[in-house]
Each structure stands twice: as C-alpha cells, then as structure tokens.
C-alpha cells in the first residue's frame, strides 16, 4: 500500500510540476489506417524531434507557449506539415498525422484533435487482413459498439460461417469446440462447459473489446488444434488521455419480465455481486454420512437413530416457489489515462469494472424421446419412450473486472492484463407427462434444482522489442487463467404415479431405478488452470525471403473433476434375520419435500416379526470412476518464412513440431489414460496480387484435434430427465486434418471488402457424440469413419453511397456460407439399419454440421445528428445434435432467423442512449427428429425477445 501511494504521489507530482505545453499523437498510413513506426515527428522551430514507438505514438514535450509548424516524415512516404500549432502553459496538443506514400502536405491548422484508436479501427483490420496470406476476418470495437453486440458470443454471429450455441460452443465451418481455439490476446481461453469443452463467451463484455480476429487457415504458430478455425480476441488499450466511462441500464425479457410464474428455490442464495451464497449441501457435521452398505449395516446392528440422524442433519430444502423476477440490469464503470514519463517513455493504465444479471423462462417447453421399434415397412411412426411438458427459470448474475497495464519506450512495449470474470447461475427445471415404454399409463414428474458459479481468472504478461535497423522483433508472453465450475447443489428428484381413470385421482406413487434415480444431490468441482509461454523471433529481409519468424510455445492444462453423490434410500429390507432379498418400495406423498421429511423415515413398530416400517434415509452415493485429474501439455517448436517470389507472388511456408501428452488418472479406481506422441505439422500459403486492389490467397495445411480430457475421463455426466448420461471413451484418438483453401479478396474501399472462398477439409477419425443404443438413456463419444467437409463463403462490407446522397450514411454488411459434409455410416450401425431399410445410405452429414449460415447487417449513422440505427439478421441451417444409432432418426436442430435491433443518439458529446431488441421474431428452439414425414420434438423452448435500456456518459 505505501509503493501504491508513493507511485501516486509521484504521478501527481509529474502532473502538476508541468509549467510547459507538449504535442501528443500518433502516426499513421492514410490509405491503411496502420501504425507508422519510426516516423520522425520535428518542431521546426525549435528542433525537438521524436521516433514514433511500436504504435505508431509520439510525444514531444517541454515545449514553450507559442506558434509553431510541426513536420511529419517517414522513408517512402511523404513528409507532412501542420504549420501554426498553437502550444499553452500546462496544456497537451494532440495531433494525428495521416502519410501517404509519395504524397507531401502543409496545412494551416491551428488544431489537429480528431482522435482514432488506430489498430482498433476496422481500416486498420482490413489493411491487415490485406496484406497478411492468412484467411481471416475482423470486426473491431468501432464495428462491435455499432451492432450492439453486449459480448463476444453476440459478435461473433456476425463472422462468415460462424455460429455460437449456448453462449460457448462455437462452430466454425461446420465444426464445433473441438476444432475450434478460442484465444484471448493470443493466450487460449479455458472452458467451462465440461461436455462441448468451449470457452463461456458472454462472459467477455463488449466493453473490454480492442478487436476480433477469426482465422480460418492455419499457420505454424498457432496451436495444433485447428479444424474450423481460431476465434483470437484482444482486449483493448486504453486512451492515450484521462478518460471516464459509466454505464447504467435495465431490461426485460417478455417471457420473464414481471411473470409471477418465475420459479425460484430458497437454496440457490445468490449474491448480488454474483456469488452464490451459503448454499452448500448440508451434510451432518458431527460425522460424514454413511454409505447405502454401511447404513444398512448399522440398521442391522440396531443404530437406527444414528442413521436417522445423518438423513435429519441431510435435511435440505427442496421447496419451489413462484414471484416475478427484478428487471434485467446491467452496470459498468472504466477510468484510464496515460502519463509521460522521462524520455518520451509512457505508461497508460485503466480499470474496467461490469455488472449485469438476467432473467430467463419457459413455460410451454416440451422433451421427448423417440425410439425406431418395429422393421421401418411395418411401420408408420417412432415409439414414445417419454413425453414431457418442460418449464425452466433461469437467474444469471455476472460480475467483471479488468485492469491494464502498459509500459512504452521507443522500441519496447510490456502489457500487464489481470481478468476476472464470475458468472453466478440459479435454475430450476420442472418436467411431467407420461412415460409409455417404461408402463403404459404410467404418469411420470420430475424437479430438478441447480446452483452453479462459473469463472475465469487470470493474469498475463506480454512485451514486443524492436531492434536492428530493419526493425527485427523479439516478443513474449506468459499467461496464467484458471477456470472453475462449481456445484454447491444440484438437486434432482423424479416420481412415477398413475392416476384412476374414473376420478383422476393418484392411486399410487413410485420411485424407482427404472423410471429415473433416487431423490439425488449432487455437488461438484470442475477446476481447470491453464498456462501458456510462448518465446517468438521475427528477423525481416530485403532479399526475396522478407521474413523468418520462429519461437517456442509450451501450453499445460490441468483439470480437477471432484463429485460428491448424496442419495434417498427408498426402500426397506428384512432385517430381523439380516436376509436382504426382500425389498418393498416406500409410499410417499407426491411432493418432494414430504418424501424426505422425518415423518418418513424408518421407525421402529415395536412388532417383533417385522420391527421396522417402510421409509427413507439418506446416504453417501459417491462414485470414483466420476471423479479424475487430468494433465494435457503440448510443448512445440515452429519456424514460418515470408517470401517475395515476385512483385505479385507471395509466399510462406513453415513447419511446426508439437509434442503432446495427455494423462488421466481416476480417483479411487483402476482406470487410467496415457499417451505422448510426436507430430510435424506442415503449412503452406501463397498469395497473387491480381491488380486493383485485388488478391488470390491459397493455403494448405495438416492440423490436429485432440479429444478433450473430459472426452478421455470414464466420467458420467447428467443433466435433466429426457437428456443422455454421457460417459468418456479412452479409446479415442485424435482427429487428423488436411485444410485447403483458396479465397478470392477486394477492398475497393479504405473500409469495404468483397470476398469469395472455397475450402475442403479431409478429418481422420472424428469424433462424435452417439447413443450407446436405441433403447438407452446413455451416449458416448466414439471416432467415427473418415469425414469430409467442403464449402463456399462469400462476404461483402460496404457503402451504399453509390446509390445516391439520400444512402452516403448507409453501409450493408451480408456473408453467406454453404457447406456439404458427409461421412459414412459405422459397420455395426449399417447391419441394424439394412435390417430396417434395405435402401438406406451408408453415409450422413457430419455430426454439429449445419449446411448454410447467413448474416447481414445494415448500419445507419448520421454524423451531425449523433444518431445511428443498426440491425442484423442472423440464419443458421439445422444440424445433427446427437447421432443415434441403427435406423433410429438422428436429433436435429431446426434452423432459426435471429433479427436484431439497436438504435443510438448521442447528447451534448459526451451523453448516449442505446435502445436494443434482441431475438425481434420470437423465434423457438426447436430439436427434432423425422420419421415418414412427421417430426418428433426432442425438446422445444421459447426464447422470447429481450430490451434494453442504457445510458453512457463518456469524458475525455
């Protein structure tokens, strides 16, 4: 605290011993929007000059109240002068210079204050995009504040080909998290989701964005795992001056909002920073709870208060209740600025602090399970095996903090980042209908209750060194993040009862291992940490071969999965002879609540031939095999060279060496994974100048996707009633790729951009989500036969100015992708499917797949007005969500329009208000499966439309 304070003091001591002016500002290509580096900026006056630093900045300080002319040069380019600067006391002159190549300037200007963000500007991106022979796309913060995009996994809905399920799994061309790397300035982002593996994207606020980068061919620096793509996001810089930004809105969702209905449990305790409250499973203090044997047991050995004891201590409250929820809020706060140090050095910091919670519900779900059971020529429709009606409420509080650090000299810049953001989540699930395969007339209920905390936190470092006369880099960084969830509950309970068909009264109830589990409570931890080193050489040449870039990067990932099972025992044996054979089930009341009360417990009758009467108790229900700790670690070494060939011709071609181990250990068994191996990795990309700003870029690369440790792990994971268990397979192996791509580019515009691509990729032993059988609630994970995977992307970025005056303020954005994928059918599937049709394909689209993905977006923004509208619409094709084996139906989920609307108007340069319409249709989420021209819903929800309300207040 006393550094912190002595460091402050000093800061203030700096600012206010400033008796002269200084000129502060950056220098950048006019065409390209990049950064000029070693630009030299001269007072002509006086002499004072200044090298522009890694981006693109100067400072020239000390300088005496006056008129001055101020004079840009750089080699090639043309030198360019700004005369009559006027300079007071205690006063910073920010000025911008934009050189052209061969172009000189002199201008009279008193002020040159327009400020731009440089490398987050979205011109900056597409010169980048230019002239790099990666495949990639942008959007930059600039883009991302006019969408109104709250959060990445809003922004990335945007990008060709490219769609986000649940707020984690990203599907890039048709693949999901496994092929998929998502990065976060450069370092990969820890999942959070323990079955798709993927990155909880909403938890990244759009706030803290610099830009996007989404690569869709792959390069030898990058981390092996590429099938789809790398979703890279960088946070932004903070200004080059003092800036304050606040924020505070409020919003409803139409199927939450002032709902009475809303379910809400007693146990979920959320705080209202986001942390869940004391909501542990209560489990007796005074000893840990017996297993169902030891209880047993202790029963028979005459303990029955004590066992009774641990069930009282157990006692947890399962009561459901209904009130309105509070309205969508959401709040955030960023203070920055920057300090001149001795020497033209400078050091900008900035804190970033954001709130928000929400509210989600349905009340006319429906889940189903459908099964093929008879020859498919005998007929007509699938067997129900469950039917429910479904209702869910769902409360989310989110709380992040971001602080920035960066130290600049001339030839050096070092970023400190520390993120920490907490998602906090409360639900409650209640199902009912019938069950008709388990008993016909069989009526079956279930209530499932869940808290969850949810985070990722870390910090990094990362610095970037100039040297050499040609500007050769050297640059590092180390990253640390740790992702959790945890469980303090998760609660779930299912009832079978059957009603009187002539009064409609409840005859009877049933808990039972053939309708579902015993009254369970879970609690778990999923902990993983991640670290990321990574040590990179650029030396650039004049020569034909302009660049060679090599490093060393090393990743670690360990996981932590713990689960503890706490279960109702419901039914009660002959003890008096210690003979077990005999098991009745318990009568209950159909409330959960009564089940597990004392009243049903086992109590003493006082009869000797039959001493014990039926009831319940509580026991430890803990299972090993659910419990591992696994190591993933991949160190690797990469060489990547830039050639000249000619003044069109551009090439580049490296190779990266990776060596990876993953090792599973589970806790309490037998059962073990381990495997290391050694894989180069060979890439090849060229690019064509085709003339008038045109490009031809062609790529070709051998990548691979591993399974994840969860995918290794003999882990069983469940939900909800109507889902699968799914359990790991340590069978698996990796994926193997071959990528081609060829795309077709121009940027007419210093913001505008057409594109046209192909790609084809060739996967080696997918790996896919199955039903362990037709008749099971179980799925696995299994490598499937070879896959191919082929597609057109076409995109387009650009003004409608051309259309006449009335259109100068409208620019249309639209990328449309369509994609074919097909792999054949397992062996042992194709033999249960000829059974039933005979004339069958022995091949299906790819699993995750979906065969179109369309999005456009028009934005309007009237500069003297401050007011600008924007709306986007957002299409996806329908894809396989789970692969069912024999002639069973595969699930799908249907395609779905998402149509949003933001509309914003600035006040007094400093005030805004923001109106936002999310999801304007309504639209459902709807996963079937068809049978003969019927389709069968697996589950189906509303989502409802969200508004929003904000308000910002922006000083410089």
Request: with cysteine; glycine share 8%; proline share 3%.
């Given at each position: 605290?006393?550094?912190?304070?002595?460091?402050?003091?000093?800061?203030?001591?700096?600012?206010?011993?400033?008796?002269?002016?200084?000129?502060?500002?950056?220098?950048?290509?006019?065409?390209?929007?990049?950064?000029?580096?070693?630009?030299?900026?001269?007072?002509?006056?006086?002499?004072?000059?200044?090298?522009?630093?890694?981006?693109?900045?100067?400072?020239?300080?000390?300088?005496?109240?006056?008129?001055?002319?101020?004079?840009?040069?750089?080699?090639?380019?043309?030198?360019?002068?700004?005369?009559?600067?006027?300079?007071?006391?205690?006063?910073?002159?920010?000025?911008?210079?934009?050189?052209?190549?061969?172009?000189?300037?002199?201008?009279?200007?008193?002020?040159?204050?327009?400020?731009?963000?440089?490398?987050?500007?979205?011109a900056a991106l597409l010169a980048r995009r230019k002239k790099s022979m990666r495949i990639m796309e942008t959007l930059s913060a600039e883009e991302i504040?006019?969408?109104?995009?709250?959060?990445?996994?809003?922004?990335?809905?945007?990008?060709?080909?490219?769609?986000?399920?649940?707020?984690?799994?990203?599907?890039?061309?048709?693949?999901?998290?496994?092929?998929?790397?998502?990065?976060?300035?450069?370092?990969?982002?820890?999942?959070?989701?323990?079955?798709?593996?993927?990155?909880?994207?909403?938890?990244?606020?759009?706030?803290?964005?610099?830009?996007?980068?989404?690569?869709?061919?792959?390069?030898?620096?990058?981390?092996?795992?590429?099938?789809?793509?790398?979703?890279?996001?960088?946070?932004?810089?903070?200004?080059?001056?003092?800036?304050?930004?606040?924020?505070?809105?409020?919003?409803?969702?139409?199927?939450?909002?002032?709902?009475?209905?809303?379910?809400?449990?007693?146990?979920?305790?959320?705080?209202?920073?986001?942390?869940?409250?004391?909501?542990?499973?209560?489990?007796?203090?005074?000893?840990?709870?017996?297993?169902?044997?030891?209880?047993?047991?202790?029963?028979?050995?005459?303990?029955?208060?004590?066992?009774?004891?641990?069930?009282e201590d157990f006692a947890y409250d399962w009561t459901v209740s209904e009130a309105a929820p509070l309205p969508h809020l959401n709040g955030s706060f960023?203070?920055?600025?920057?300090?001149?140090?001795?020497?033209?050095?400078?050091?900008?910091?900035?804190?970033?602090?954001?709130?928000?919670?929400?509210?989600?519900?349905?009340?006319?779900?429906?889940?189903?399970?459908?099964?093929?059971?008879?020859?498919?020529?005998?007929?007509?429709?699938?067997?129900?095996?469950?039917?429910?009606?479904?209702?869910?409420?769902?409360?989310?509080?989110?709380?992040?903090?971001?602080?920035?650090?960066?130290?600049?000299?001339?030839?050096?810049?070092?970023?400190?980042?520390?993120?920490?953001?907490?998602?906090?989540?409360?639900?409650?699930?209640?199902?009912?209908?019938?069950?008709?395969?388990?008993?016909?007339?069989?009526?079956?209920?279930?209530?499932?209750?869940?808290?969850?905390?949810?985070?990722?936190?870390?910090?990094?470092?990362?610095?970037?060194?100039?040297?050499?006369?040609?500007?050769?880099?050297?640059?590092?960084?180390?990253?640390?993040?740790?992702?959790?969830?945890?469980?303090?509950?998760?609660?779930?309970?299912?009832?079978?009862?059957?009603?009187?068909?002539?009064?409609?009264?409840?005859?009877?109830?049933?808990?039972?291992?053939?309708?579902?589990?015993?009254?369970?409570?879970?609690?778990?931890?999923?902990?993983?940490?991640?670290?990321?080193?990574?040590?990179?050489?650029?030396?650039?040449?004049?020569?034909?071969?302009?660049?060679?870039?090599?490093?060393?990067?090393?990743?670690?990932?360990?996981?932590?999965?713990?689960?503890?099972?706490?279960?109702?025992?419901?039914?009660?044996?002959?003890?008096?002879?210690?003979?077990?054979?005999?098991?009745?089930?318990?009568?209950?009341?159909?409330?959960?609540?009564?089940?597990?009360?004392?009243?049903?417990?086992?109590?003493?009758?006082?009869?000797?031939?039959?001493?014990?009467?039926?009831?319940?108790?509580?026991?430890?229900?803990?299972?090993?095999?659910?419990?591992?700790?696994?190591?993933?670690?991949?160190?690797?070494?990469?060489?990547?060279?830039?050639?000249?060939?000619?003044?069109?011709?551009?090439?580049?071609?490296?190779?990266?060496?990776?060596?990876?181990?993953?090792?599973?250990?589970?806790?309490?068994?037998?059962?073990?994974?381990?495997?290391?191996?050694?894989?180069?990795?060979?890439?090849?990309?060229?690019?064509?100048?085709?003339?008038?700003?045109?490009?031809?870029?062609?790529?070709?690369?051998?990548?691979?996707?591993?399974?994840?440790?969860?995918?290794?792990?003999?882990?069983?994971?469940?939900?909800?009633?109507?889902?699968?268990?799914?359990?790991?397979?340590?069978?698996?192996?990796?994926?193997?790729?071959?990528?081609?791509?060829?795309?077709?580019?121009?940027?007419?515009?210093?913001?505008?951009?057409?594109?046209?691509?192909?790609?084809?990729?060739?996967?080696?032993?997918?790996?896919?989500?199955?039903?362990?059988?037709?008749?099971?609630?179980?799925?696995?994970?299994?490598?499937?036969?070879?896959?191919?995977?082929?597609?057109?992307?076409?995109?387009?970025?650009?003004?409608?100015?051309?259309?006449?005056?009335?259109?100068?303020?409208?620019?249309?954005?639209?990328?449309?992708?369509?994609i074919y994928s097909w792999t054949s059918v397992d062996p042992d599937d194709q033999v249960k499917i000829w059974a039933n049709d005979p004339d069958a394909?022995?091949?299906?689209?790819?699993?995750?797949?979906?065969?179109?993905?369309?999005?456009?977006?028009?934005?309007?923004?009237?500069?003297?007005?401050?007011?600008?509208?924007?709306?986007?619409?957002?299409?996806?094709?329908?894809?396989?969500?789970?692969?069912?084996?024999?002639?069973?139906?595969?699930?799908?989920?249907?395609?779905?329009?998402?149509?949003?609307?933001?509309?914003?108007?600035?006040?007094?340069?400093?005030?805004?208000?923001?109106?936002?319409?999310?999801?304007?249709?309504?639209?459902?989420?709807?996963?079937?499966?068809?049978?003969?021209?019927?389709?069968?819903?697996?589950?189906?929800?509303?989502?409802?439309?969200?508004?929003?309300?904000?308000?910002?207040?922006?000083?410089?």
């Amino acid at each position: 605290m006393k550094g912190l304070l002595t460091y402050l003091l000093l800061i203030c001591i700096i600012t206010v011993g400033q008796t002269q002016g200084s000129i502060r500002g950056k220098v950048m290509d006019k065409e390209t929007g990049e950064n000029v580096v070693g630009a030299t900026v001269l007072i002509k006056q006086t002499g004072q000059a200044f090298t522009t630093d890694l981006d693109g900045n100067f400072v020239l300080r000390d300088v005496k109240p006056g008129l001055y002319d101020v004079e840009c040069s750089y080699l090639g380019y043309g030198t360019q002068r700004v005369l009559g600067v006027q300079i007071n006391d205690d006063r910073v002159k920010l000025m911008y210079f934009r050189l052209m190549e061969g172009e000189a300037r002199e201008m009279n200007l008193s002020v040159t204050v327009t400020a731009q963000t440089g490398e987050n500007m979205q011109a900056a991106l597409l010169a980048r995009r230019k002239k790099s022979m990666r495949i990639m796309e942008t959007l930059s913060a600039e883009e991302i504040m006019k969408m109104g995009d709250e959060n990445v996994a809003e922004a990335l809905q945007h990008f060709t080909n490219v769609t986000v399920e649940e707020n984690s799994s990203i599907y890039i061309r048709g693949l999901g998290n496994r092929y998929v790397k998502t990065l976060l300035n450069g370092a990969e982002v820890p999942g959070v989701n323990i079955n798709t593996g993927g990155a909880q994207l909403d938890i990244f606020p759009s706030a803290i964005l610099g830009n996007i980068i989404v690569y869709k061919n792959y390069s030898p620096e990058m981390v092996g795992g590429f099938g789809g793509g790398y979703v890279d996001i960088s946070t932004k810089s903070f200004p080059d001056r003092f800036t304050v930004e606040f924020n505070l809105g409020a919003g409803i969702n139409t199927l939450s909002a002032f709902n009475p209905n809303f379910l809400h449990y007693k146990s979920a305790g959320i705080g209202f920073f986001g942390f869940l409250g004391s909501n542990d499973v209560p489990i007796g203090e005074a000893s840990p709870v017996p297993s169902a044997t030891e209880a047993v047991q202790m029963i028979q050995d005459g303990q029955l208060n004590e066992v009774n004891q641990f069930s009282e201590d157990f006692a947890y409250d399962w009561t459901v209740s209904e009130a309105a929820p509070l309205p969508h809020l959401n709040g955030s706060f960023m203070i920055g600025n920057q300090t001149t140090l001795k020497n033209g050095h400078a050091l900008s910091y900035g804190i970033m602090l954001l709130y928000k919670t929400t509210s989600l519900f349905y009340d006319n779900g429906f889940s189903g399970r459908y099964e093929l059971a008879q020859p498919l020529a005998n007929t007509y429709h699938l067997q129900p095996i469950l039917e429910l009606t479904d209702q869910k409420s769902t409360f989310n509080s989110r709380s992040n903090t971001f602080i920035y650090l960066a130290y600049k000299s001339r030839k050096t810049k070092i970023v400190l980042n520390a993120v920490r953001n907490h998602n906090a989540i409360s639900a409650v699930r209640l199902q009912s209908g019938e069950a008709p395969l388990i008993e016909q007339g069989l009526k079956y209920a279930t209530q499932t209750l869940i808290s969850e905390n949810r985070a990722v936190f870390g910090g990094q470092a990362r610095g970037t060194h100039l040297f050499g006369a040609k500007k050769n880099i050297f640059d590092w960084s180390a990253t640390y993040n740790r992702s959790f969830i945890q469980q303090p509950n998760w609660s779930y309970f299912v009832v079978g009862y059957k009603e009187n068909p002539n009064t409609g009264d409840v005859d009877d109830y049933l808990i039972a291992d053939s309708i579902g589990l015993a009254p369970t409570i879970l609690k778990r931890n999923i902990d993983a940490h991640n670290v990321d080193v990574g040590l990179n050489l650029t030396l650039n040449f004049q020569k034909k071969l302009r660049q060679l870039r090599t490093g060393l990067r090393g990743t670690l990932k360990l996981q932590f999965f713990l689960e503890d099972q706490f279960r109702y025992f419901n039914n009660q044996s002959q003890f008096g002879d210690g003979d077990l054979s005999s098991i009745r089930s318990a009568q209950f009341s159909y409330q959960v609540e009564d089940f597990v009360s004392p009243s049903n417990f086992i109590q003493y009758t006082g009869n000797a031939s039959d001493p014990l009467t039926e009831g319940v108790f509580a026991y430890n229900a803990y299972d090993s095999t659910n419990n591992y700790v696994g190591l993933d670690f991949t160190p690797a070494w990469y060489i990547d060279s830039k050639w000249q060939l000619s003044e069109r011709w551009k090439l580049s071609a490296g190779i990266r060496i990776e060596l990876f181990g993953m090792f599973i250990d589970q806790i309490g068994s037998d059962l073990s994974y381990a495997n290391a191996s050694v894989i180069p990795l060979p890439s090849l990309a060229a690019s064509y100048d085709l003339g008038d700003k045109m490009y031809l870029k062609m790529s070709y690369a051998t990548t691979m996707a591993r399974p994840s440790l969860r995918e290794l792990s003999g882990f069983t994971y469940f939900d909800y009633v109507g889902d699968f268990r799914i359990t790991g397979n340590q069978e698996l192996r990796p994926t193997l790729i071959q990528n081609l791509d060829v795309r077709w580019e121009r940027y007419p515009k210093k913001k505008s951009v057409l594109a046209a691509g192909f790609f084809f990729k060739w996967l080696r032993d997918p790996i896919e989500l199955v039903s362990a059988d037709q008749f099971s609630d179980d799925a696995f994970y299994r490598n499937g036969l070879d896959a191919f995977v082929t597609g057109l992307e076409f995109e387009a970025n650009h003004s409608l100015a051309f259309m006449g005056k009335w259109a100068e303020n409208l620019t249309l954005s639209e990328n449309l992708g369509f994609i074919y994928s097909w792999t054949s059918v397992d062996p042992d599937d194709q033999v249960k499917i000829w059974a039933n049709d005979p004339d069958a394909r022995m091949f299906r689209p790819l699993f995750g797949q979906a065969p179109f993905v369309f999005n456009t977006a028009l934005h309007y923004n009237h500069p003297e007005w401050d007011f600008s509208v924007n709306g986007s619409i957002h299409v996806s094709g329908q894809k396989i969500v789970l692969v069912m084996q024999g002639a069973t139906p595969h699930i799908y989920e249907k395609a779905r329009t998402l149509i949003n609307l933001d509309v914003s108007k600035r006040f007094a340069k400093k005030f805004t208000i923001r109106f936002a319409i999310n999801n304007l249709l309504g639209v459902k989420m709807r996963q079937i499966q068809s049978f003969k021209g019927k389709e069968y819903s697996y589950r189906t929800n509303e989502i409802g439309r969200t508004f929003m309300l904000t308000f910002n207040y922006l000083m410089k």
